[in-house]
């Protein structure tokens, strides 16, 4: 009976091994077409891409990864990505900014494009600060609620309206897209690929649009880290209690070993849309 036990020790141990080193394995879906640009959760997750900048040891600030498609994002193990939504907001995209610049981390915004008619200024001190800009359509309509021809002038204007709130300047050009409420269709994806604009997914959402209060955001965020190991974080830099929540979240991640990548444009990047005053 010891010997049958043995056996069957030496061949549960390579399944055992193979599950504890990719806890997502079992649920990942197949990857998709480039042309619906939604990658599977291994082609973000699994292995680094090349970076144009490499990490500062013993620094929260990580890689800076030139991004032209979806697949050029690909995270390691404790890589995080910082995005915020539907701002600029005056005192709270303030306060976000002066957290990040604090712990030396860029991160991503994605803009409504009548936010950033109403406040040019703040645009361009994003900028400024040397993060990425990207669209996340001019009014925050249900995109997939409106119709194809509808939902690409809804795009459309918003990319001219952080444009226009820019203004002419030394940045480059960049052409990240995050849809409203997450709400796409694959005719949409296909025809943003088709024009080389990157949609900006999420793995980490910190649902800080709920009345959570500051300290239930951020453990719900590194609750989630937690189970995903890396991953794209969703906020919004509209919110109070984002804001505050902000450098508690940060000071954690450095202590639990994170780093955070900073998503740049890819060389090859063109369009109306300008981002990142690098």
Do not use: W
Request: net charge positive; charged share 20%.
């Amino acid at each position: 009976m010891r010997r049958v036990a043995r056996v069957a020790l030496a061949l549960a141990l390579p399944l055992l091994a193979a599950a504890c080193a990719s806890p997502q394995a079992a649920g990942d879906a197949a990857p998709m077409s480039f042309a619906q640009q939604k990658p599977a959760a291994d082609d973000i997750l699994k292995r680094p891409s090349d970076s144009v900048a490499p990490a500062v040891p013993g620094s929260l600030a990580g890689r800076t990864i030139r991004v032209s498609k979806v697949s050029d994002i690909r995270l390691g193990a404790r890589e995080v990505v910082l995005t915020f939504d539907d701002g600029p907001m005056p005192g709270k995209t303030n306060a976000v900014l002066a957290a990040l610049d604090r712990h030396g981390v860029k991160a991503t915004f994605l803009m409504v494009g009548q936010m950033a008619r109403a406040h040019p200024a703040l645009v361009r001190k994003v900028a400024a600060g040397g993060h990425s800009i990207g669209s996340h359509s001019q009014n925050h309509a249900n995109l997939r609620a409106i119709g194809f021809s509808r939902a690409i002038n809804e795009i459309e204007e918003g990319r001219r309206s952080i444009s226009g709130a820019l203004g002419p300047s030394s940045t480059r050009g960049s052409v990240f897209f995050r849809f409203p409420y997450l709400a796409e269709t694959s005719a949409l994806r296909a025809h943003l690929a088709s024009q080389g604009v990157v949609v900006i997914d999420s793995q980490v959402d910190s649902k800080d649009y709920f009345q959570s209060s500051p300290d239930q955001i951020r453990q719900r965020v590194l609750s989630r880290l937690g189970k995903n190991g890396s991953g794209i974080i969703l906020m919004h830099d509209i919110h109070a209690r984002t804001a505050a929540m902000l450098p508690g979240l940060l000071s954690d991640l450095k202590a639990r070993g994170f780093r955070v990548v900073h998503l740049v444009p890819g060389r090859s990047s063109t369009g109306p849309l300008l981002a990142s005053a690098e």
